[in-house]
């Protein structure tokens, strides 16, 4: 007797076809797709003009900077090419963009080659990006950091 295997229907692309390859490149360039829109809604619409945007609700409250504060202004900044503002607005935010750009040009290459995406943290390094955070909250709120603030 022969064990069952799978065998593909007669709709089911071979996994080399150009159809299996845009399936697989689906997903990256539909999140980088929606990003694109993200950003360049942000480049048109300023949100140093007051009224565009909501404000943060932990700086409305509280009056303290969170760690995404400035971030649309770093995104802003970003997208008409302005690297020393984006950094200056968020620099957590603009390593961010950097980062999210590496991260999807390895996805794309695997997705590519057909192999899946798999980024494994180890819990430590979980544990300092969150260090990081809380140290870069504390210190743009702080009269010595006052550079970190937005």
Same mark, same amino acid.
């Given at each position: 007797m022969v064990p069952w295997t799978a065998?593909?229907?007669?709709?089911?692309?071979?996994?080399?076809?150009?159809?299996? %390859?845009? %399936?697989? !490149?689906a997903t990256p360039l539909g999140i980088l797709a929606t990003v694109t829109a993200a950003f360049a809604?942000?480049?048109?619409?300023?949100?140093?003009?007051?009224?565009?945007?909501?404000?943060?609700?932990?700086?409305?409250?509280?009056?303290?900077?969170?760690?995404?504060c400035g971030g649309l202004r770093s995104a802003h900044a970003f997208i008409h090419g302005d690297l020393g503002a984006a950094f200056s607005a968020n620099a957590v935010a603009t390593t961010g963009y950097f980062l999210f750009a590496a991260v999807w040009v390895l996805w794309l290459v695997r997705a590519?080659?057909?192999?899946?995406?798999?980024?494994? !943290?180890?819990?430590?390094?979980?544990?300092?990006?969150?260090?990081? !955070?809380?140290?870069?909250?504390?210190v743009r709120n702080l009269p010595f950091g006052s550079a970190l603030a937005p």
């Amino acid at each position: 007797m022969v064990p069952w295997t799978a065998q593909a229907g007669p709709g089911t692309p071979q996994p080399g076809s150009p159809a299996t %390859r845009v %399936r697989r !490149l689906a997903t990256p360039l539909g999140i980088l797709a929606t990003v694109t829109a993200a950003f360049a809604y942000v480049g048109t619409v300023d949100p140093n003009e007051p009224g565009h945007y909501p404000v943060c609700p932990l700086l409305k409250i509280t009056g303290a900077f969170c760690p995404g504060c400035g971030g649309l202004r770093s995104a802003h900044a970003f997208i008409h090419g302005d690297l020393g503002a984006a950094f200056s607005a968020n620099a957590v935010a603009t390593t961010g963009y950097f980062l999210f750009a590496a991260v999807w040009v390895l996805w794309l290459v695997r997705a590519w080659r057909g192999q899946p995406l798999r980024i494994v !943290l180890a819990p430590v390094w979980w544990w300092s990006i969150g260090a990081l !955070l809380l140290i870069f909250t504390v210190v743009r709120n702080l009269p010595f950091g006052s550079a970190l603030a937005p």
